[in-house]
T-cell receptor, first 113, second 117 residues
Framework: DTAVSQTPKYLVTQMGNDKSIKCEQN?????MYWYKQDSKKFLKIMFS???????INETVPNRFSPKSPDKAHLNLHINSLELGDSAVYFC????????????FGDGTRLSIL | AQTVTQSQPEMSVQEAETVTLSCTYD???????LFWYKQPPSRQMILVIR??????QNATENRFSVNFQKAAKSFSLKISDSQLGDTAMYFC??????????????FGKGTKLSVIP
């Protein structure tokens, strides 16, 4: 019954590797987001998609590439992982309406060795 | 660009007491929304309460209420009858439209609240 689910919950990998995080929502929302939470707990938006179209693309390195195969899924692929990529990555979704809150997944903790 | 400031990095409160978490924001937008999210040690992001900027009435959700002062750009959260389960990081967030049905959340740096038995 999970509304926004992310896999995996934990990801430990070596510097230089490529990895993906998957996100799926079963709420029927049109818009999905990726946020990064750093070691100081600061949350910052990375991307948003509305009906598979990229809307927000903050100043994120090109190594990060979101992909939305359909409006229920938004995956995040990261190439050539660096130490600074260690963080918790949150997926979120919302309805396309002005006052609707964003619903968050449980986050993926990415640790780069 | 919007900024959200939470001036209290950490706070503590005795169980059953009341605590207020402060939040100020800076924006030139006239139409926006404000939220408080809670992040317990389990890492989940849980919506606590929301406020539309065009509404003068302060939002209330059970033990949680806000004091929204639009002119002062202030949005504080009051927790009454604090419970041990309220121990968490609390994030104030500002939301505005980014166009095409997408809404951008800007978060404050958070206030770590500890409820003491």
């Amino acid at each position: 019954d999970t509304a926004v689910s992310q896999t995996p919950k934990y990801l430990v990998t070596q510097m230089g590797n490529d990895k993906s995080i998957k996100c799926e929502q079963n709420l029927g929302h049109d818009t999905m987001y990726w946020y990064k939470q750093d070691s100081k707990k600061f949350l910052k938006i990375m991307f948003s998609y509305n009906n598979k179209e990229l809307i927000i693309n903050e100043t994120v390195p090109n190594r990060f590439s979101p992909k939305s195969p359909d409006k229920a899924h938004l995956n995040l692929h990261i190439n050539s992982l660096e130490l600074g990529d260690s963080a918790v990555y949150f997926c979120a979704s919302s309805r396309t309406a002005s006052n609707q809150p964003q619903h968050f997944g449980d986050g993926t903790r990415l640790s780069i060795l | 660009a919007q900024t959200v400031t939470q001036s209290q990095p950490e706070m503590s409160v005795q169980e059953a007491e009341t605590v207020t978490l402060s939040c100020t924001y800076d924006t030139s937008e006239s139409n926006y929304y404000l939220f408080w999210y809670k992040q317990p040690p389990s890492r989940q992001m849980i919506l606590v309460i929301r406020q539309e900027a065009y509404k003068q009435q302060n939002a209330t959700e059970n033990r949680f209420s806000v004091n929204f002062q639009k002119a002062a750009k202030s949005f504080s959260l009051k927790i009454s009858d604090s419970q041990l389960g309220d121990t968490a990081m609390y994030f104030c967030a500002f939301m505005k439209s980014s166009g095409a049905g997408s809404y951008q959340l800007t978060f404050g740096k958070g206030t770590k609240l500890s409820v003491i038995p």
